[in-house]
């Protein structure tokens, strides 16, 4: 169980370093609730850090994830 969480974790700040890198900025659309603006667009810009972190540290985690025992082997 621990193996897998830790590779699903990994994965994903693969996937979000990878993201953080092909992109400038992200806008997220506003929340409307019955005609009303509940939440104006926002405008997310990652940090220049953000990606190559999230890739390394997500590397980590996954060949960590790897060396783990598997569970239920009878070792």
Not at 14 to 35: M, W
Not at 40 to 69: D, F, I
Request: with cysteine.
């Amino acid at each position: 169980m621990w193996r897998s969480f830790f590779l699903a974790i990994g994965v994903y700040c693969c996937l979000l370093g990878l993201e953080a890198l092909a992109i400038n900025r992200a806008v997220l659309k506003p929340q409307v609730r019955s005609g009303q603006v509940v939440s104006p667009s926002r405008n997310v810009t990652p940090p220049e850090w953000a990606p190559w972190s999230l890739l390394s540290g997500g590397a980590v985690v996954v060949l960590y994830s790897l060396t783990l025992h598997r569970a239920g082997g009878g070792d």
